[in-house]
């Protein structure tokens, strides 16, 4: 069986009388890609935050590498590689000189982190940039930077909070294959994303938290099997024969609906037979899609679609 690297049972967090987490069970393995999702205000940030080691629990049971947080905090970071949400780069140092610096953290002589800068920036491709300073990059750059920062001593656990947050999508799918690359050399990855297909491409296991509780666990593929069926059937109509179009669509009996503003959407386990019944029943969309269900519809269904301030 693979090594158990976090074990927390019961886990909560409190702040002043408003509790974050509210008593979550989970085991990351050696190796895995372990995610979190929910919405904005779910328990995620401060979960991570007891993770890094940098807010103590309040309740519960948590140990990380062997170690209790709050006694081994500083022994257990040092293990640790974490990526925070904002880039907290030194823009006033080169791309090379932010890694050097940064290795001196860790207490690293200087000649294996000179080393370690060479590899992380051929990693991250970023090595004909290594003399430039840290502003005029792009944002895609600047994450692989942070990303190879956090690389620097080596870590056994790479903790990430929303790795790709504002990158455009060829930035992204870099940053998705240096994250892969990292995980087929057994580093074990830990990050919350508000992207459901990052989540789908990268986690071996998910959870899904709304209000400091955990709502779902499993792989992308039992979560989507559990709580959604094999297709989604979205239609939309004109305005003025959405409503019609809805009653009429519950007549043919689906095995779940939704109706949104711009579209309904069917959930079944063939899209194209239910898509003839449609038409059967003399309806005619302006556009029609089936497609796989996904993350998204998971967490949609788990914590509705109303936003949480």
């Not at 996904?294 to 679609?305: A, K, N, P």
Request: with cysteine; charged share 30%; glycine share 8%.
């Amino acid at each position: 069986m693979p090594e158990v690297l976090v074990h927390a049972r019961g886990l909560k967090k409190r702040f002043g009388s408003f509790t974050a987490v509210d008593g979550i069970d989970f085991d990351l393995l050696a190796g895995e890609a372990f995610g979190f999702l929910g919405p904005n205000g779910a328990g995620k940030s401060s979960t991570m935050r007891m993770l890094g080691c940098t807010s103590p629990p309040t309740e519960g049971e948590l140990t990380i590498l062997g170690g209790d947080p709050v006694r081994d905090g500083a022994a257990i970071r040092a293990r640790l590689g974490v990526v925070p949400q904002e880039d907290t780069l030194d823009a006033e140092l080169t791309v090379r000189e932010n890694l050097l610096v940064y290795g001196r953290y860790f207490g690293l002589g200087r000649k294996l982190i000179a080393e370690r800068t060479d590899q992380l920036l051929d990693f991250v491709q970023l090595t004909e940039r290594a003399g430039d300073m840290v502003d005029p990059l792009s944002g895609g750059m600047k994450r692989r930077l942070t990303i190879a920062r956090s690389l620097i001593n080596d870590p056994e656990i790479l903790i990430l909070d929303e790795p790709t947050t504002g990158l455009d999508p060829q930035a992204r799918h870099v940053v998705w294959d240096r994250l892969f690359r990292l995980k087929q050399r057994g580093i074990t990855l830990i990050l919350t994303t508000h992207y459901m297909d990052e989540a789908e491409q990268l986690c071996d296991r998910l959870v899904v938290m709304d209000h400091g509780i955990i709502a779902a666990e499993g792989t992308p593929r039992e979560l989507i099997s559990r709580y959604s069926t094999p297709e989604v059937l979205e239609l939309r109509f004109a305005p003025d024969e959405q409503e019609a179009a809805a009653e009429k669509i519950q007549d043919l009996s689906p095995e779940r609906s939704e109706v949104t503003a711009d579209r309904i959407l069917i959930y079944e386990a063939d899209g194209d037979a239910f898509l003839e019944r449609v038409h059967t029943a003399g309806l005619q969309p302006i556009t029609e899609l089936v497609r796989r269900s996904s993350l998204e519809d998971v967490f949609l269904r788990l914590t509705g679609r109303a936003l949480v301030d």
